[in-house]
T-cell receptor, first 112, second 113 residues
Framework: QKEVEQNSGPLSVPEGAIASLNCTYS??????FFWYRQYSGKSPELIMF????GDKEDGRFTAQLNKASQYVSLLIRDSQPSDSATYLC????????????FGTGTRLQVTL | DAGITQSPRHKVTETGTPVTLRCHQT?????MYWYRQDPGHGLRLIHY???????DKGEVSDGYSVSRSKTEDFLLTLESATSSQTSVYFC????????????FGPGTRLTVL
């Protein structure tokens, strides 16, 4: 069974600090990796995606992928209270239908 | 928001009644998906569609059917709702800027009593 694992949290970081969110996956055939942010009562919002090993940066967000270790992470620099949300890791396996498998999410709390 | 709307946004129904949820998109996306989200399970794929009249099952398809008679509409039907189908249902489309990305609608909160 294809699995995506995340620590449920909450992960608490002070304002201005770096938040590090982690995700592991079981299917070695996985091709693409996504991070979604979900505020309470709202729908998931895509914030990052990564396809190749290494780092990908977009503003305060950096996604890191290590396919050998089956590990993907999201770093949020200069964390703000508005970053407080649940972060969902999603993984796309092989095939053309783009079906995603989601982790259960990590709740991030940025404290003042 | 990728031009996705879902209706109704909230629904309360009774066990055994049929329920249809609608997903509507305005940007001619070929692929559409239905997910449910439950505490402790995350988002799970119910069914997806890759074109008009072309659909396939996802991870948790039992008790659900779908139809897509027009590109813009993807319907999810619970033939006989059960309490285990109480959930938040999200529709998603596959984006065009990069084939793998998915964008979600606002969701429908369904309660089956």
């Amino acid at each position: 069974q294809k699995e995506v694992e995340q620590n449920s949290g909450p992960l608490s970081v002070p304002e201005g600090a770096i938040a590090s969110l982690n995700c592991t996956y079981s299917d070695r055939g996985s091709q693409s990796f996504f991070w979604y942010r979900q505020y309470s009562g709202k729908s998931p919002e895509l914030i990052m995606f990564i396809y190749s090993n290494g780092d990908k940066e977009d503003g305060r967000f950096t996604a890191q992928l290590n396919k050998a270790s089956q590990y993907v992470s999201l770093l949020i620099r200069d964390s703000q209270p508005s970053d407080s949300a649940t972060y969902l890791c999603a993984v796309k396996g092989p095939g053309t239908a783009s079906k995603l498998t989601f982790g259960t999410g990590t709740r991030l709390q940025v404290t003042l | 928001d990728a031009g996705i709307t879902q209706s109704p946004r909230h629904k309360v129904t009774e066990t055994g009644t049929p329920v249809t949820l609608r997903c509507h998109q305005t940007e001619n996306h070929r692929y559409m998906y239905w997910y449910r989200q439950d505490p402790g399970h995350g988002l799970r794929l119910i069914h997806y569609s890759y074109g008009v009249k072309d659909t396939d099952k996802g991870e948790v398809s039992d008790g659900y059917s779908v139809s897509r008679s027009k590109t813009e509409d993807f319907l999810l039907t619970l033939e006989s709702a059960t309490s285990s189908q109480t959930s938040v249902y999200f529709c998603a489309i596959r984006g065009t800027e990069r084939a793998d990305t998915q964008y979600f609608g606002p969701g429908t909160r369904l309660t089956v009593l």
